[in-house]
């Protein structure tokens, strides 16, 4: 099934933005994949409709719903 992008971050003691507390509301947890983009679940309309609502770019991911399925790398503006 693949852990939450959200949670891996956690797990590498990596600060997440959140709002909603991963609840799939602020968007705040939005990710840029540097590399190997391939390792995630594929993007929903749902996940790019709030992209677009928070004014993100649509190459991002929120971390809350996207799921890891291998090695990837990832970053943010906040850190």
């Not at 928070?54 to 503006?77: K, L, N, W």
């Amino acid at each position: 099934m693949g852990t939450l992008l959200f949670d891996a971050a956690l797990r590498a003691e990596l600060p997440v933005a959140s709002s909603c507390s991963a609840a799939f509301v602020c968007g705040r947890c939005d990710m840029e994949i540097v590399d190997n983009p391939q390792a995630l679940s594929p993007q929903k309309e749902i996940e790019l409709a709030l992209l677009k609502r928070q004014g993100r770019p649509a190459h991002r991911r929120i971390s809350c719903v996207t799921r890891v399925f291998g090695d990837c790398t990832v970053t943010t503006t906040y850190w």
